[in-house]
């Protein structure tokens, strides 16, 4: 049901593919023994290439009697290109998530209030944070926190951006009271994945924003 969905978008999907550990660890720095990605969306919107996927992490400890699991992520995680190389590394981390994180570098105080109460920045370079999160950026980072209501962070890397939101649920799980191919199923597949198309056309990475 999701592939056909995704398709119609002009997109592709796999139920099996994903993201890597290598990719969740540019944003998190966790102790994780298990994980796994599935239900990847990839394709290009708006001349943006991406990939965003199920993403789920966890370490594992094994007791006398019995395995802990503790969860160190759930969510989406999202990797896109965006159109201009940084030479250095800037973290967006959510202030709701206070550990697992990393933070390499100084913080930076950012000029957008409501975003510096959601989100502590830090930066390797403190001219390139404030080149790289313009106002609009962080407007749109904003609105994307306060729409999902779950902690949201992102790294900008070189040429890329990796958003980790961590929503604690697998985003395409079925509700196992309806049939998969009911009208109400298929349109709440519809309406999850059209959210996270959202994400794209909201953080207008196609736009060059970097421009003064």
């Known amino acids: 049901v999701v592939g056909v969905i995704v398709k119609n978008y002009g997109l592709n999907f796999s139920a099996n593919g994903g993201l890597s550990l290598n990719d969740f660890y540019k944003i998190y720095d966790a102790d994780v023994n298990r994980h796994y990605a599935e239900d990847m969306i990839y394709g290009q919107i708006d001349e ?24 160190k992520f759930q969510g989406i995680l999202l990797k896109a290109e965006f159109k201009k190389e940084l ?13 697992d994180l990393r933070s390499d570098g100084e913080q930076a105080m950012m000029d957008n209030p409501k975003f510096n109460e959601l ?33 949201l962070s992102a790294v900008f ?50 736009k060059n924003i970097w421009k003064s």
Do not use: H
């Open 87 to 99: 030479n250095a590394t800037i973290y967006v981390c959510d202030k709701k998530r206070t550990s």
């Open 48 to 71: 943006t290439q991406f990939k965003l996927c199920d993403f789920y992490a966890a370490k594992e400890t094994q007791g006398e009697k019995r395995t802990t699991t503790t969860v």
């Open 119 to 151: 989100f502590k920045t830090f930066t390797t370079d403190q001219i390139a944070a404030r080149y790289a999160l313009t106002p609009k950026l962080m407007e749109n980072l904003t609105t994307l926190r306060t729409k999902f209501n779950a902690p």
């Open 157 to 206: 890397l070189k040429n890329e951006i990796f958003i980790a939101i961590d929503l604690r649920k697998d985003s395409f799980e079925p509700d196992l009271q309806m049939p998969l191919n009911s009208n109400e199923s298929v349109q709440n597949y519809i309406s999850s994945i059209s959210d996270f198309l959202q994400i794209m056309r909201d953080l207008e990475l196609n």
